[in-house]
């Protein structure tokens, strides 16, 4: 199994930056992709950035050019730098992990808030 932390949430002004880290513990050689979702109030989850075992990254239209999704394998950890923040990106951001064990599993974060005011 493979278990999940975020942080680095919080209120930040339009314009402004922030990056939320997600640790992950367990099972993490068997991890294929690391994704960040995210789901604002009243909208469904939406997929926002992916990043392969191989570095491979993809984003969602709404952020390209504006989040960037990094991995640090010495430390098991994913990060999500997100810039220029707009209103629109506040959003609860979940962690998750696609992982091989027999079959394809995956696992969450509890959620971080990202409050974007303008």
């Known amino acids: 199994q493979v278990q999940l932390v975020e942080s680095g949430g919080g209120l930040v002004q339009a314009g402004g930056s922030l990056r939320l880290s997600c640790a992950a513990s367990?099972?993490?050689?068997?991890?294929?992709?690391m994704n960040w979702y995210r789901q604002a109030p009243g909208k469904q989850r939406e997929l926002v950035a992916v990043i392969t075992s191989g570095g491979s990254t993809n984003y969602a239209d709404s952020v390209k050019g504006r989040f960037t999704i990094s991995r640090d394998n010495a430390k098991n950890t994913v990060y999500l730098q997100m810039n220029s923040l707009k209103p629109e990106d506040t959003a609860v951001y979940y962690c998750?992990?696609?992982?091989?064990?027999?079959?394809?599993?995956?696992?969450w974060g509890q959620g971080t808030q990202v409050t974007v005011s303008s």
């Open positions: 998750n992990a696609d992982y091989l064990e027999g079959e394809y599993f995956g696992s």
């Open positions: 367990g099972s993490i050689f068997s991890i294929t992709t």
